[in-house]
Structures are given as structure tokens and as C-alpha cells.
């Protein structure tokens, strides 16, 4: 049993993969909330996350359930499919985007006088609940910063949840739960998250696979993020690849179907991670600063071609400072680091140095002309640091980061920079200069 969507998505990840076509990420990463049926009970709604419906007539079980904004939309698809009740909600990970719409289909069941459904997750996911709650102003803000003008994805600022619906059947390493008459088995693995888990179903050979495989190079970096762990992502992406799937349900991107085609992609992802942990923890070894390792070490060129490893959310640099943080500290080995002059002394002095804050301004801005954006945004930053109530000043640094964003590829980077031009925008032409260039962003 399959539908015109199933075999549209499936098309064109057959494509990406075998032929290495990049269609961009529109097309990489449907979230358009078409419903694709992928088997008998078995379908997958696009959406940012998927939602993936398992089951008969009697129930359904879902793995995941989308963010708040978006699970009207995909109750709808699934409601042309399926009327039986939601009975099970499998969260793969505490995620937002995969948790958000679980009140809705909750509180459907109840209205239809249906019991409430169980919810099942990793035990971690109900800690990630609870350190939410303590820091939901940071959460509201950086995803605003991320995700910037994505809020009908229902991850920015605003939509960020109090009233959780917690999972009331936890799990540590693996657990074996029977949907309708198929029997599945949960595996929980470190990767993007510490409370990750994917799902085996043996007698259809599918894996769903979380967000271990989400069409983008993997999340394994956020810079605005808690901890993340690279070898054991790779290690659960070999582990299922060692059960030979043959349909792989991603929490976003594309389905894949084909036993030798999943095991390539799942083989790709998990090399790139591990080559990057390799490279730096070899120069952590031997001694190198953080800078050195930033600055040397690199995803093996053909792997960072894939369109299911393309650097348009993450990026490997940032994976790289995320597993100096893992096997190492904060500090970056640079001695005047560890206990350093206020950023605004460093500044003053060093624009006192260079004849004012002017001189580092307009320097900036002749390193952001000729494109080395990097030196650009220091010395920009130093010039509002060392005069910040300079509108010409900030004037220059707004026009900085907007480059920089410009000539950045990934979600998080441009976020930040945009953020950044936005709050000198704000300082030189006021609220209405930020927002029309907000306007811009994509
Ligand atoms: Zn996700």
C-alpha cells in the first residue's frame, strides 16, 4: 500500500542518494503536511517534525506528533486516512517541534470519549521538561534567534510550552511495545539529544529513525544548545544500519526506501561525525588550542557534498567546539582567556591604540568589502564595545553582520548574524530600519 506522495518522496530521495542531485532544501526537507502512506498501517505526514502514524482500524499509534503550530495540519492529513483513535504517542526525543502537538491529539481522543493516549518516551525526556521550565526566557529567546522568522514552524519566541504532556511509560536502553498486532522495539542512543530514541519495526524492516537522519548535516553543534554527542550518533547510525532496513523514516527530510541505498546514507552520516571527533581529538591529544582545532579541522570534501549532509542548519565547525566541550572544558587554551579583562577594557584600550573607535569602524568595514568577514565582525564588535553609543559606529557593525549573514550558509550562523545586525539597526535607524531588513531574511 502506497500513495502518489510516498512514491513522489520516495523518488526523490532515490535521486539525492544515487545520483547525488541537490535539489535544495525545500525539496530535501518537505514539511508541506502531505500525508504519504508508506505501507499497510504505516504513514508519514511531512511536517517540521513528521508525524508518523502506525496502526489498524482499532488505534493508532504515532511517533511524534509535530510542533503546537503545526498539529492541526497534520491531524487533518491523518483524518483523511485513518479515523481509529490515537491510542500510543512515542516521542523520540523532548524536542519541541516533536512534542508540541501531543495535547492536541490528546485532548481528540478524549473528546471522542476515547481513553487518553499513552504517552512513551526515554526516562530523560521528562528532565528536559523540567529544565525547560527553569530556563524558558533563555529558550523563547535564542529560538527566536535561530529559527528568526520561522515562527509559524512553531519554534520561536511565544511558543514555547508550559504544560507539558508528560510520558507516562519510560524506558532506559531498549523496550519491546506491541502497536495493534505488530510488535516494535524502542532503542534509546545519545545523539542530537541525551533522551533519544528510534524505533525497530521488525516485520516491515523500517527504522524511524528520530532525528538521527535529518537531511541536514546533523544538529550536533548548535551553538545556542546543551551538549550534543557525535560518536554516539554515528554509533547508533551504524547499529541501524547492522539490521539492514529497508524503509528509513527520518523525523525530518526525506523517506528512504532500499536496503543498499539507507545503508550508504547511514554510512555517510555516521563517517562525517566520526571523522570530525577523530580530527580533534587527535589535536586535543597532542596539545592544540581550540583555535588550532577551529581552524584545521575539516569534513572530508566529498561528504560534505551529499545533499543529505549539506551544512544549511548545522555546520561542522560548530560540531567541532562542541566535542572540545565534550571531552574537554571550557577553557580554549589561550592563557588570557581564562580570566580576561571586561570586553569593553580590551576594547577601549585597543581602539585608544588605533586612534578610536572610528578607526576600528571604518577598518571593519574595509575587511567586510573585501569579504574576510571573520576579521570584519571583530573589529566591528570592538568599535561599538569601545564606543557604544556611536550610532556610527553601530551604523558600521549593522552593515558587518548583515554581510556576514549574507555570505553564511547555515540557520544558526545567519541567526545569530542577523540578530546582531538587527540590534545595531535599532541603535542607528530604530525599530522600523531592523524590522524592514528583518524582511529580507529567508
Ligand atoms: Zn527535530
Redesign the pocket.
Known amino acids: 500500500m502506497s500513495n502518489d506522495v510516498a512514491g513522489e518522496l520516495l523518488d526523490r530521495s532515490a535521486r539525492c542518494v544515487d545520483e547525488g542531485e541537490y535539489e535544495g532544501p525545500a525539496s530535501v526537507s518537505p514539511i508541506d503536511g502531505r500525508l504519504a502512506e508508506l505501507g499497510d498501517g504505516l504513514a508519514l505526514v511531512t511536517s517540521?517534525?513528521h508525524v508518523i502514524a502506525v496502526g489498524d482500524g482499532d488505534g493508532l499509534a504515532l511517533v511524534d506528533t509535530s510542533s503546537e503550530a503545526l498539529a492541526p495540519r497534520a491531524q487533518t492529513a491523518l483524518r483523511t486516512w485513518s479515523g481509529a483513535p490515537v491510542t500510543t504517542m512515542i516521542y523520540?526525543?523532548g524536542?519541541v517541534?516533536?512534542v508540541g502537538g501531543a495535547r492536541l491529539f490528546r485532548d481528540e481522543a478524549v473528546a471522542a470519549g476515547s481513553p487518553r493516549p499513552r504517552v512513551v518516551a526515554h526516562e530523560a525526556v521528562a528532565r528536559r521538561f523540567a529544565r525547560y521550565d527553569l530556563t524558558h526566557g533563555y529558550n523563547a529567546l535564542i529560538n527566536a534567534r535561530q529559527f528568526r522568522r520561522r515562527s509559524q514552524l512553531g519554534v520561536g519566541q511565544g511558543d514555547w510550552p508550559w504544560d507539558w504532556v508528560l510520558p507516562g511509560t519510560t524506558f532506559s536502553d531498549r523496550m519491546t511495545l506491541r502497536l495493534g498486532d505488530e510488535v516494535v522495539e524502542l532503542r534509546h542512543a545519545l545523539g542530537?539529544t541525551d533522551d533519544h530514541a528510534w524505533l525497530w519495526m521488525p516485520e516491515r524492516r523500517a527504522v524511524c529513525a528520530?532525528?538521527f537522519l535529518?537531511w541536514v548535516f546533523p544538529?550536533a553543534g548548535n551553538p545556542q544548545k546543551v551538549q550534543r554527542y557525535p560518536v554516539e550518533w554515528a554509533r547508533a547510525l551504524r547499529e541501524m544500519a547492522a539490521l539492514r532496513p529497508e524503509l528509513l523514516l527520518p523525523?525530518?527530510g526525506l523517506p528512504i526506501a532500499g536496503e543498499r541505498r539507507i545503508a550508504r546514507v547511514l554510512d555517510d552520516v555516521a563517517s562525517a561525525l566520526e571523522s570530525l571527533v577523530a580530527q580533534t581529538l587527535e589535536q586535543m591529544n597532542a596539545g592544540a588550542r581550540l583555535d588550532d582545532v577551529v581552524r584545521s579541522v575539516r569534513l572530508p570534501g566529498e561528504l560534505a557534498e551529499r545533499p543529505y549532509l549539506r551544512a544549511t542548519y548545522d555546520e561542522p565547525e560548530f560540531v567541532v567546539r562542541n566535542i572540545w566541550r565534550l571531552y574537554g572544558g571550557w577553557w580554549d587554551g589561550d592563557p588570557a582567556h581564562l580570566k580576561p579583562a571586561g570586553a569593553a577594557e580590551l576594547a577601549a584600550e585597543l581602539a585608544g591604540l588605533a586612534g578610536g573607535a572610528d578607526m576600528l569602524a571604518s577598518r571593519a568595514a574595509e575587511l567586510a568589502a573585501a569579504g574576510d568577514h571573520r576579521l570584519a565582525c571583530h573589529l566591528a564588535e570592538l568599535a561599538t564595545q569601545a564606543a557604544p553609543s556611536s550610532a556610527a559606529c553601530h551604523g558600521v557593525r549593522a552593515q558587518v553582520y548583515r554581510a556576514r549573514r549574507d555570505s553564511e550558509l547555515s540557520l544558526m550562523a545567519r541567526g545569530i548574524f542577523a540578530a546582531a545586525a538587527d540590534e545595531s539597526e535599532r541603535r542607528t535607524g530604530g525599530e522600523e530600519g531592523a524590522q524592514s531588513s528583518r524582511g529580507t531574511e529567508q
Open positions: 517540521f517534525s523520540t526525543h524536542h517541534d516533536h542530537e528520530g532525528d535529518t544538529n523525523a525530518h
